[in-house]
């Protein structure tokens, strides 16, 4: 089965460059006319839908996709710890408890002091009549007496 060249050349004049090497490549495969129009057909139609130029996104794209999605995000109760508000308020409230514990302690151990020393003082006063020692029967008397009448603490 010989080609038909005449009506190769005749088909391949009437076409564009990229179609024409289609062309060629289907006559050399063997194919028939019909068939080779098919191809370049379905050539034509791929190159068609091939985009002119790189599809992507825009600079900034995935910047204002996260700021998007950060701005959408509900808000969390450790954010509100975050605010500056919220800080310079909560900053002073810390500041002010803790003048009024310091001077709660300044005051409290101011008091203290007050009660050591008095405690001091009484327990240092003698509460022995001043004859003690003198007697020492009258003494073991008197301790007796005082250890009958102990009442321990109930």
């Excluded at 002119?52 to 701005?71: H, K, T, Y």
């Excluded at 803790?98 to 020393?117: D, H, K, N, W």
Aim: include cysteine; glycine fraction near 6%.
């Amino acid at each position: 089965m010989d080609r038909d060249q005449k009506g190769e050349e005749a088909y391949l004049a009437g076409l564009t460059p990229e179609d024409r090497r289609t062309a060629i490549e289907g006559f050399e495969a063997g194919m028939k006319q019909k068939e080779v129009q098919l191809m370049c057909a379905q050539a034509r139609f791929l190159r068609d839908l091939r985009c002119p130029e790189d599809v992507g996104p825009r600079p900034g794209f995935a910047l204002r996709v996260m700021a998007r999605i950060e701005s959408e995000k509900p808000a969390s109760i450790w954010d509100l710890f975050v605010s500056p508000a919220l800080s310079k308020k909560l900053a002073f409230a810390s500041l002010a408890l803790m003048a009024m514990l310091a001077g709660f302690v300044v005051a409290r151990s101011a008091e203290q002091t007050m009660i050591t020393l008095e405690t001091q003082r009484v327990l240092m006063e003698p509460e022995h009549p001043g004859n003690l020692g003198k007697d020492p029967a009258r003494d073991r008397q008197n301790m007796l007496v005082t250890l009958a009448n102990y009442q321990g603490a109930e």
